[in-house]
Protein backbone atom coordinates (compact mmCIF):
# COMPACT_ATOMS: atom_id res chain seq x y z
CA UNK A 1 0.00 0.00 0.00
CA UNK A 2 2.62 2.77 0.45
CA UNK A 3 4.59 1.80 -2.67
CA UNK A 4 7.35 0.06 -0.85
CA UNK A 5 6.71 -3.72 -3.28
CA UNK A 6 6.29 -3.77 -6.65
CA UNK A 7 3.23 -5.16 -7.92
CA UNK A 8 3.69 -8.74 -9.81
CA UNK A 9 1.77 -10.08 -12.51
CA UNK A 10 1.86 -14.13 -12.91
CA UNK A 11 0.85 -15.67 -15.83
CA UNK A 12 -0.55 -19.20 -14.94
CA UNK A 13 1.36 -21.89 -17.35
CA UNK A 14 -0.26 -25.03 -15.10
CA UNK A 15 -0.64 -28.00 -17.76
CA UNK A 16 0.75 -26.04 -20.94
CA UNK A 17 -0.24 -28.67 -23.41
CA UNK A 18 -4.04 -27.51 -22.59
CA UNK A 19 -3.61 -23.77 -23.08
CA UNK A 20 -4.09 -22.34 -26.60
CA UNK A 21 -1.22 -20.30 -27.64
CA UNK A 22 -2.84 -17.62 -29.17
CA UNK A 23 -4.98 -16.34 -25.90
CA UNK A 24 -1.88 -16.07 -24.44
CA UNK A 25 -1.76 -12.37 -26.30
CA UNK A 26 -5.38 -11.10 -24.94
CA UNK A 27 -4.37 -12.45 -21.51
CA UNK A 28 -1.35 -10.01 -20.88
CA UNK A 29 -3.21 -7.05 -22.57
CA UNK A 30 -6.11 -7.61 -19.88
CA UNK A 31 -4.22 -8.66 -17.26
CA UNK A 32 -0.97 -7.02 -17.88
CA UNK A 33 -0.10 -3.92 -19.47
CA UNK A 34 -2.20 -1.62 -20.45
CA UNK A 35 -4.84 -3.92 -18.25
CA UNK A 36 -5.48 -4.49 -14.76
CA UNK A 37 -1.63 -4.79 -13.22
CA UNK A 38 -0.94 -1.55 -15.31
CA UNK A 39 -4.39 0.40 -14.53
CA UNK A 40 -3.84 -0.98 -10.93
CA UNK A 41 -0.54 0.64 -10.50
CA UNK A 42 -1.51 3.76 -11.82
CA UNK A 43 -4.68 4.17 -9.12
CA UNK A 44 -2.45 3.29 -5.91
CA UNK A 45 0.43 5.71 -6.59
CA UNK A 46 -1.96 8.26 -6.41
CA UNK A 47 -1.68 8.83 -2.93
CA UNK A 48 -3.96 12.15 -2.87
CA UNK A 49 -6.96 10.02 -3.78
CA UNK A 50 -9.04 8.62 -1.70
CA UNK A 51 -8.33 4.73 -0.53
CA UNK A 52 -11.94 3.37 -2.37
CA UNK A 53 -10.23 4.90 -5.68
CA UNK A 54 -7.17 3.69 -4.76
CA UNK A 55 -7.50 0.22 -3.73
CA UNK A 56 -11.45 -0.70 -4.47
CA UNK A 57 -12.95 -1.44 -7.78
CA UNK A 58 -16.20 -0.65 -9.66
CA UNK A 59 -16.47 -4.01 -11.63
CA UNK A 60 -17.92 -1.91 -14.64
CA UNK A 61 -14.55 0.54 -14.73
CA UNK A 62 -11.95 -2.19 -13.53
CA UNK A 63 -13.02 -4.96 -16.14
CA UNK A 64 -14.64 -2.22 -18.66
CA UNK A 65 -11.06 -1.15 -18.88
CA UNK A 66 -9.63 -5.03 -18.71
CA UNK A 67 -12.11 -5.39 -22.09
CA UNK A 68 -10.91 -2.47 -23.54
CA UNK A 69 -7.02 -2.78 -23.60
CA UNK A 70 -7.66 -6.20 -25.48
CA UNK A 71 -9.15 -3.70 -28.16
CA UNK A 72 -5.53 -1.69 -27.78
CA UNK A 73 -3.72 -5.15 -29.56
CA UNK A 74 -3.61 -3.93 -33.10
CA UNK A 75 -2.75 -0.15 -32.33
CA UNK A 76 0.06 -1.36 -30.22
CA UNK A 77 1.07 -4.02 -32.99
CA UNK A 78 1.54 -6.59 -30.50
CA UNK A 79 0.39 -9.34 -32.23
CA UNK A 80 2.67 -11.61 -34.45
CA UNK A 81 0.86 -13.86 -36.67
CA UNK A 82 -2.70 -14.46 -37.50
CA UNK A 83 -2.74 -17.49 -34.54
CA UNK A 84 -2.60 -14.64 -32.18
CA UNK A 85 -4.65 -12.42 -34.01
CA UNK A 86 -7.75 -15.58 -34.30
CA UNK A 87 -6.84 -15.53 -29.93
CA UNK A 88 -7.81 -12.77 -30.01
CA UNK A 89 -11.42 -13.01 -32.62
CA UNK A 90 -11.97 -16.16 -30.25
CA UNK A 91 -11.76 -14.15 -26.43
CA UNK A 92 -14.20 -11.80 -28.53
CA UNK A 93 -16.38 -14.68 -29.33
CA UNK A 94 -15.93 -15.70 -25.82
CA UNK A 95 -17.33 -12.18 -24.44
CA UNK A 96 -20.48 -12.46 -26.76
CA UNK A 97 -21.08 -16.37 -25.21
CA UNK A 98 -20.87 -15.00 -21.69
CA UNK A 99 -23.42 -12.32 -22.45
CA UNK A 100 -26.08 -14.81 -23.52
CA UNK A 101 -25.33 -17.02 -20.58
CA UNK A 102 -25.49 -14.40 -17.71
CA UNK A 103 -28.58 -13.32 -19.44
CA UNK A 104 -30.00 -17.35 -19.91
CA UNK A 105 -29.26 -18.18 -16.19
CA UNK A 106 -30.46 -15.46 -14.21
CA UNK A 107 -33.11 -14.18 -15.81
CA UNK A 108 -34.53 -17.18 -18.45
CA UNK A 109 -33.48 -19.18 -14.84
CA UNK A 110 -31.13 -21.75 -17.26
CA UNK A 111 -29.73 -25.14 -15.79
CA UNK A 112 -26.26 -25.66 -15.20
CA UNK A 113 -26.14 -28.31 -17.80
CA UNK A 114 -28.04 -25.88 -20.40
CA UNK A 115 -25.22 -23.46 -19.98
CA UNK A 116 -22.88 -25.49 -20.24
CA UNK A 117 -24.26 -27.13 -23.48
CA UNK A 118 -24.57 -23.90 -25.08
CA UNK A 119 -20.69 -22.67 -24.22
CA UNK A 120 -19.92 -25.72 -25.70
CA UNK A 121 -22.28 -25.65 -28.69
CA UNK A 122 -21.10 -21.95 -29.56
CA UNK A 123 -17.00 -21.54 -28.28
CA UNK A 124 -13.71 -23.23 -28.48
CA UNK A 125 -13.33 -23.80 -24.82
CA UNK A 126 -13.13 -27.35 -23.62
CA UNK A 127 -16.01 -29.00 -21.54
CA UNK A 128 -13.97 -28.73 -18.46
CA UNK A 129 -13.02 -24.78 -19.34
CA UNK A 130 -16.47 -24.42 -20.17
CA UNK A 131 -17.77 -25.90 -16.74
CA UNK A 132 -15.86 -23.01 -14.44
CA UNK A 133 -16.83 -20.55 -16.42
CA UNK A 134 -20.61 -21.03 -16.01
CA UNK A 135 -20.09 -21.84 -13.04
CA UNK A 136 -18.56 -18.78 -12.17
CA UNK A 137 -21.15 -17.06 -14.10
CA UNK A 138 -23.55 -18.55 -11.92
CA UNK A 139 -21.52 -17.48 -8.89
CA UNK A 140 -21.54 -13.86 -10.10
CA UNK A 141 -24.75 -12.86 -11.58
CA UNK A 142 -24.13 -9.49 -13.90
CA UNK A 143 -20.40 -9.99 -13.50
CA UNK A 144 -20.37 -10.47 -17.52
CA UNK A 145 -22.72 -7.80 -18.68
CA UNK A 146 -20.78 -5.24 -16.45
CA UNK A 147 -17.75 -6.20 -17.82
CA UNK A 148 -19.19 -5.20 -21.91
CA UNK A 149 -20.84 -2.09 -20.27
CA UNK A 150 -17.45 -0.80 -19.43
CA UNK A 151 -15.91 -1.35 -22.38
CA UNK A 152 -18.48 -0.01 -24.53
CA UNK A 153 -18.84 3.14 -22.35
CA UNK A 154 -14.78 3.51 -22.62
CA UNK A 155 -14.78 3.30 -26.27
CA UNK A 156 -17.91 5.73 -26.70
CA UNK A 157 -15.95 7.93 -24.27
CA UNK A 158 -13.10 7.93 -26.46
CA UNK A 159 -14.82 7.93 -29.97
CA UNK A 160 -16.51 11.28 -28.40
CA UNK A 161 -13.25 12.75 -27.01
CA UNK A 162 -11.61 12.13 -30.35
CA UNK A 163 -14.80 14.10 -32.63
CA UNK A 164 -14.85 16.81 -30.49
CA UNK A 165 -11.28 17.53 -30.29
CA UNK A 166 -10.63 16.79 -33.97
CA UNK A 167 -6.46 16.44 -34.73
CA UNK A 168 -6.53 17.56 -31.08
CA UNK A 169 -7.42 14.15 -29.86
CA UNK A 170 -3.99 12.70 -27.91
CA UNK A 171 -4.93 8.71 -27.15
CA UNK A 172 -2.29 8.97 -24.02
CA UNK A 173 -4.21 11.89 -22.68
CA UNK A 174 -7.31 10.55 -23.24
CA UNK A 175 -5.86 7.43 -21.36
CA UNK A 176 -4.34 9.59 -18.25
CA UNK A 177 -8.09 10.52 -17.92
CA UNK A 178 -9.45 7.63 -17.81
CA UNK A 179 -6.91 6.25 -15.07
CA UNK A 180 -5.59 8.82 -13.63
CA UNK A 181 -8.99 9.22 -11.20
CA UNK A 182 -8.66 5.36 -9.71
CA UNK A 183 -11.74 3.67 -9.73
CA UNK A 184 -14.99 5.61 -10.06
CA UNK A 185 -18.58 4.66 -11.17
CA UNK A 186 -19.01 4.92 -15.00
CA UNK A 187 -21.32 8.49 -14.83
CA UNK A 188 -18.52 9.99 -12.79
CA UNK A 189 -16.17 8.83 -15.36
CA UNK A 190 -18.29 10.36 -18.36
CA UNK A 191 -18.18 13.46 -16.49
CA UNK A 192 -14.42 13.37 -15.89
CA UNK A 193 -14.04 12.69 -19.80
CA UNK A 194 -16.44 15.54 -20.59
CA UNK A 195 -14.72 18.03 -18.41
CA UNK A 196 -11.51 17.56 -19.86
CA UNK A 197 -12.68 17.39 -23.34
CA UNK A 198 -14.01 20.95 -22.30
CA UNK A 199 -11.26 22.02 -21.38
CA UNK A 200 -9.01 20.79 -24.01
CA UNK A 201 -11.13 22.82 -25.96
CA UNK A 202 -10.82 26.04 -24.19
CA UNK A 203 -6.99 25.72 -23.48
CA UNK A 204 -5.29 24.65 -26.67
Not at 23 to 42: N, T
Not at 45 to 59: C, H, L, Q, V
Not at 85 to 91: E, F, I, V
Request: glycine share 8%; proline share 3%.
Amino acid sequence: MDGSRPGIFYLNTYEPQTRARSDMVDILLHEGSPGHHFQVSVARERADMPRIRRFAGFTAYTEGWGLYAETLGDELGVFRDPYERYGSLNWELWRAIRLVLDTGIHHHRWSRERAIRYFMENGLLSEHDATKEVERYFNNPGQATSYMIGQLKILELRDRARAALGNRFDIRDFHAVVLENGSVPLDVLEALVNDWIATQRTTR
